[in-house]
């Protein structure tokens, strides 16, 4: 065997390496999946953390309603989305299918649902805002119905992702598990 530093071995050019051992695809798109999916967990829980400190506020009267505005029906079961986020966190470490799987069906239910319910929810105020520039509730002097579809907007491509990334990293595992399977 040959140090970095030393002479080569007798009889090879370098052009050898082809028959060494490699990590299979299927792992390495497993850490790389799992590393993505985590970095939009805590971009989700970011937004989470954010609504759920507008929600005591306007709750608390900690400031005036004027300039924190109560929250809206959607926000309360978005509170839920919490959930696959920790069983997506949970599902990491012995790759568990199952917690992934029930990760994605709660990401639909608990995260887009309510989601697509706030989109229909504010639209009337959404549409009374831009057709006549008029706003009933505002937020630290902005429109409420402008920042929260704008969070809202943020939080469907955060969950998209997600979803798009856990289906990946599903398909991955079973490669795996089918592998295993045939040995």
């Given at each position: 065997?040959?140090?970095?530093?030393?002479?080569?071995?007798?009889?090879?050019?370098?052009?050898?390496?082809?028959?060494?051992?490699?990590?299979?695809?299927?792992?390495?798109?497993?850490?790389?999946?799992?590393?993505e999916?985590?970095?939009?967990?805590?971009?989700?829980?970011?937004?989470?953390?954010?609504?759920?400190?507008?929600?005591?506020?306007?709750h608390l009267?900690?400031?005036?309603?004027?300039?924190?505005?109560?929250?809206?029906?959607w926000?309360?079961?978005?509170?839920?989305?919490?959930?696959?986020?920790?069983?997506?966190?949970?599902?990491?470490?012995?790759?568990?299918?199952?917690?992934?799987?029930?990760?994605?069906?709660?990401?639909?239910?608990?995260?887009i649902?309510?989601?697509?319910?706030?989109?229909?929810?504010m639209?009337?105020?959404?549409?009374?805002?831009?057709?006549?520039?008029?706003?009933?509730?505002?937020?630290?002097?902005?429109?409420a119905?402008?920042?929260?579809?704008?969070?809202?907007?943020?939080?469907?491509?955060?969950?998209?992702?997600?979803?798009?990334?856990?289906?990946?990293?599903?398909?991955?595992?079973?490669?795996?598990?089918?592998?295993?399977?045939?040995?």
């Amino acid at each position: 065997m040959a140090s970095r530093a030393g002479p080569r071995a007798a009889g090879t050019d370098g052009s050898d390496f082809q028959h060494r051992e490699r990590v299979a695809m299927h792992y390495q798109m497993s850490v790389t999946l799992k590393y993505e999916i985590k970095k939009l967990i805590y971009v989700h829980l970011v937004i989470w953390l954010l609504l759920v400190a507008k929600m005591s506020v306007g709750h608390l009267r900690l400031l005036s309603h004027d300039q924190v505005a109560m929250p809206y029906q959607w926000e309360y079961p978005y509170l839920l989305s919490i959930v696959p986020s920790v069983l997506g966190l949970l599902s990491f470490p012995r790759n568990n299918i199952s917690y992934l799987v029930l990760s994605m069906i709660s990401m639909g239910l608990f995260s887009i649902a309510p989601l697509i319910y706030g989109s229909m929810e504010m639209f009337p105020a959404a549409q009374q805002l831009y057709r006549h520039g008029k706003a009933y509730r505002f937020l630290f002097g902005f429109s409420a119905v402008s920042v929260m579809y704008l969070v809202l907007v943020l939080a469907v491509q955060v969950h998209a992702w997600q979803l798009y990334y856990s289906k990946k990293l599903l398909d991955s595992w079973f490669t795996s598990t089918q592998e295993k399977k045939r040995k």
